[in-house]
């Protein structure tokens, strides 16, 4: 589905790995590593050497908008833009069922993003992005903030994603985690991705 | 009512009150003796310099030597316009952008002026070009200055909203929309404010110089609409072409954010 050929960008050394179709890999690494860099090199939000192709199409292929509109990368801290929740997304009303499964409050969207918790802002930047239908997630520490509850529904809500042939690449620091969503993982140190484990 | 003249003896009991300053810096040990005394001097040599090379370009009336005289202008003003931001744009990009926007600005709204408006003759006469110029160029300096310093600001601290929009497939057009909002409104109000207080709060100060000079106050008044309409119009297209421009170069044509294309002022 995903697949990352040579993909080289300053700090990290040439990685090449693919995602299957329904898949979940982890990213795991000491801080630092290179982890976001890679998330951020393959979401072509910084300039990378090195071709990454979705269903066989070059991510070059198309305008990068495009691109980030299929893969999809969630960072760990989340950006807003405009005062209120609802406003940063298209249609607040659809949204509904997604945030009830993430054990967000109903009424939440007329709030001020200043009124939202870390791990709110966590699970809303996640809702946003996953409600423009992206083919693969790209997410970094997404339960970082979270307690064990929210966690366990946000990684429900990935395990359905994937189960509908959505591919996601996780950058987690909980092993216990890393074992719960994904059977391979893929480990980054000092730049370089040392190994694949099963 | 006819112009006064005014001398060296009056100019000399008048600085006076220049040195009433620094004797208060004395007393009061501000420490601001020495900059007052250099910015008078300054002051002093800088206005009979212009003064002189203003009584040459009038008496030559030289498309050249006028031309010449306004490229300086621009030139100053774009170096006053780099020196102001905090942050700047890497390589010939700090110094070029705001330069070149109000070089256009400034250009075609005094050009607009002389060739609409007040109709010299000939159009590029020196005693009408420099001092539209000059308006035109200080009001254009300062909102191009604000414009800048606020884009290239706000961008390094709204780096994640920026970058949640674009991760998102927005483009950069519509990921820079609030920021590029925000510089125009930052570079802008001063000239809404100048136009809404003028009158009442402040007297212009070529509509002054027109009245001290014995014009006509209504006719002054009419002259100071005219160059408030035009610092408007420098302003709005300057900063306009300045915001824009810094905009599209904290980007790139993959839509990403170029923040490596920013650099702290040294100290």
């Known amino acids: ?94 949204v509904g069922p997604m945030i009830e499964a993430l054990r967000l409050p109903p009424e939440c969207g007329a709030w001020p993003v200043s009124r939202l918790s870390t791990g709110e802002q966590q699970r809303l930047a996640l809702t946003r992005s996953m409600c423009r239908s992206p083919r693969v997630l790209l997410l970094d520490e997404p339960t970082s903030a979270l307690d064990a509850p929210d966690t366990e529904t946000v990684e429900r809500t990935i395990e359905e994603f994937c189960s509908s042939g959505g591919g996601v690449i996780w950058v987690s620091h909980d092993a216990e985690q890393r074992q719960r969503v994904s059977g391979r993982t893929l480990i980054i140190v000092g730049g370089t991705l040392r190994e694949q484990s099963a | 009512m006819s112009y006064i003249e005014i001398g060296f003896g009056e100019l000399a009991l008048a600085s006076v009150l220049v040195v009433l300053n620094g004797l208060l810096s004395v007393v009061l040990r501000l420490r601001l003796e020495q900059q007052l005394a250099i910015a008078t001097l300054r002051m002093i040599v800088q206005l009979i310099l212009v003064g002189l090379v203003l009584k040459a370009l009038f008496a030559l009336v030289s498309p050249l030597w006028t031309g010449a005289a306004a490229v300086a202008m621009v030139l100053f003003a774009g170096r006053e316009i780099s020196a102001r931001q905090d942050r700047r744009l890497t390589g010939i990009w700090s110094y070029g952008l705001g330069t070149g926007c109000m ?51 706000v961008a390094a601290r709204e780096r994640n909203a920026i970058e949640a929009q674009l991760a998102l497939g927005e483009t950069r057009t519509e990921a820079f929309r609030p920021v590029t909002q925000l510089a125009l409104k930052s570079a802008l109000m001063p000239i809404i404010n100048s136009m809404a207080a003028t009158g009442l709060v402040s007297l212009p100060g070529m509509m002054t110089g027109q009245i001290l000079a014995g014009a006509d106050p209504v006719s002054a008044v009419k002259y100071q609409i005219l160059i408030m309409f035009l610092i408007a119009g420098g302003t709005g297209l300057g900063a306009l072409a300045a915001v824009m421009g810094a905009a599209y170069r904290l980007t790139d044509g993959r839509h990403r954010l170029r923040l490596d294309r920013l650099t702290m002022a040294p100290e």
């Not at chain 1, 990213?27 to 090199?41: F, I, M, Q």
């Not at chain 1, 305008?63 to 607040?92: E, I, K, N």
């Not at chain 2, 002389?114 to 300096?141: C, D, K, S």
Request: aromatic share 8%.
């Open chain 2, 103 to 153: 070089l256009i600005a400034a250009t075609l709204i005094t050009i607009f002026a002389l060739t609409t408006q007040l109709n010299p003759e000939p159009w590029y006469h020196p005693r009408y070009a420099l001092p539209i110029l000059g308006m035109v160029l200080g009001n254009t300096m300062t909102g191009v200055s604000l414009g800048l310093h606020s884009l290239t600001t």
């Open chain 1, 1 to 94: 589905m995903l697949q990352v050929d040579g993909l080289t960008v300053i700090g990290l050394t040439p990685v090449s790995f693919e995602v299957e179709k329904g898949e979940c890999v982890t990213v795991a690494g000491p801080s630092g590593s290179g982890k976001t860099l890679l998330l951020r090199a393959i979401a072509d939000l910084d300039p990378a050497a090195g071709t990454v192709t979705l269903d066989g199409t070059e991510r070059n292929g198309m305008t990068a908008p495009c691109w980030r509109s299929l893969v999809t990368y969630v960072p760990a801290v989340s950006g807003w833009w405009r005062a209120t929740v609802s406003q940063h997304f298209a249609d607040w009303e659809n």
